[in-house]
T-cell receptor, first 109, second 116 residues
Framework: AQRVTQPEKLLSVFKGAPVELKCNYS??????LFWYVQYSRQRLQLLLR??SRESIKGFTADLNKGETSFHLKKPFAQEEDSAMYYC???????????FGSGTRLQVQP | GAVVSQHPSWVICKSGTSVKIECRSL??????MFWYRQFPKQSLMLMAT?????????EQGVEKDKFLINHASLTLSTLTVTSAHPEDSSFYIC????????????FGSGTQLSVL
């Protein structure tokens, strides 16, 4: 069965510091990987997906099939980036998502 | 952008009663909706996939007779927690897909269920 692992429950950095939120997955097929973000008192929303290969709000994530990772990175964190981040995977041909346990990012001034 | 409305946002009920949660896609047709539950400080766990006009597909370990899902129209899916017990207390979240070339998943704001 597929699995998504986010090893860090909390990541605290100072404003302007680089950020890397780790995500590893296990799945035997070709997965589609996503990052979702949940700001305080708001609903989950899509941040980015690996097939788009785009940068949203300065965040990027590269799918590394060799390491089965999809880490989320940003070179300079901003206070408004403070939120809960979930890595998610969808199986080939299926739209339902398997979520990681989430990482809370705290960006301090 | 697409909006998914979930109602109610929170509900408190007595043990043994049933609770219905609604999930509506406000400005698009959602042929597929998903129901998740989230316990405190844990991840979202998929409960079931709901397709309009057909029976829901439940994930392993989810009791279909306890969590009744109805998806009677392209804009509405309901989850009914029957004979609720305190262990059913959780945060329930629905999501819906909007079909298209760039299919995305949109989430409701969630329902916090507390069973006394």
């Amino acid at each position: 069965a597929q699995r998504v692992t986010q090893p860090e429950k909390l990541l605290s950095v100072f404003k302007g510091a680089p950020v890397e939120l780790k995500c590893n997955y296990s799945y035997s097929g070709s997965p589609e990987l996503f990052w979702y973000v949940q700001y305080s008192r708001q609903r989950l929303q899509l941040l980015l997906r690996h097939i788009s290969r785009e940068s949203i709000k300065g965040f990027t994530a590269d799918l590394n099939k060799g390491e089965t990772s999809f880490h989320l990175k940003k070179p300079f964190a901003q206070e408004e980036d403070s939120a809960m981040y979930y890595c998610a995977l969808s199986e080939q041909g299926r739209r339902a998502l398997t979520f990681g346990s989430g990482t809370r990012l705290q960006v301090q001034p | 952008g697409a909006v998914v409305s979930q109602h109610p946002s929170w509900v408190i009920c007595k043990s043994g009663t049933s609770v219905k949660i609604e999930c509506r896609s406000l400005d698009f047709q959602a042929t597929t909706m998903f129901w998740y539950r989230q316990f405190p400080k844990q991840s979202l766990m998929l409960m079931a996939t709901s397709n309009e006009g057909s029976k829901a597909t439940y994930e392993q370990g989810v009791e279909k007779d306890k969590f009744l899902i109805n998806h009677a129209s392209l804009t509405l899916s309901t989850l009914t927690v029957t004979s609720a017990h305190p262990e059913d207390s959780s945060f329930y979240i629905c999501s819906a897909t909007r079909q298209g070339r760039n299919e995305k998943l949109f989430f409701g704001s969630g329902t916090q269920l507390s069973v006394l």
